[in-house]
């Protein structure tokens, strides 16, 4: 169960084994098999706006990572879910490179400024070499979300310290 409130609490948001090689089946099974989206499981509209933004340009920012999202009224609260693929997935990375590390977001329309501040820690998060490595190397979801609950709140905190 998800502790309410925190969109940086990763308990039962980790999928350590996405099978889908392809980003649209990806982040269908991420969606199906995390909590984080139960909200959103049996509406087809959200799945339909991470869809489009990837259609419009990929999400993939290399390294292995890739961040899809949709800004939605389809959502109440911010979720944030990871699917880790040992397969990769083709997903039209900027350095052309399968994608190992599936991140979504689901943001309300209305949280735009939280939004941003959450995908900026994640983008510094996920900078960090020896953290994929170390993520790619978990099998232990207890252990893979505990150690993205810490960077997260660390970066979090480094970041906007009046808001902690």
Not at 1 to 22: L, Q, W
Not at 30 to 53: G, H, I, S, W, Y
Not at 85 to 111: Q, R, W
Request: glycine share 4%; net charge negative; hydrophobic share 40%.
């Amino acid at each position: 169960m998800r502790r309410p409130g925190s969109c940086f609490d990763f308990h039962g948001c980790v999928v350590p084994d996405i099978e889908s090689t392809d980003k649209f089946g990806a982040i269908t099974e991420l969606v199906r098999r995390t909590a984080a989206f139960d909200e959103v499981k049996q509406n087809p509209a959200f799945l339909e706006a991470v869809f489009n933004r990837e259609r419009e340009r990929s999400t993939g920012f290399g390294h292995g990572v890739a961040v899809a999202h949709a800004k939605t009224e389809c959502v109440k609260r911010i979720e944030i879910a990871l699917g880790i693929s040992h397969k990769g997935i083709e997903f039209d990375a900027i350095d052309h490179m399968p994608v190992n590390l599936l991140f979504l977001i689901s943001t309300p329309v209305y949280k735009a400024e939280h939004y941003l501040k959450l995908l900026s820690v994640l983008m510094t998060v996920m900078r960090n070499t020896d953290l994929r490595s170390r993520l790619m190397s978990m099998n232990d979801t207890a252990q893979i979300e505990s150690l993205l609950d810490e960077r997260f709140r660390c970066c979090y905190k480094e970041k906007c310290p009046d808001e902690i």
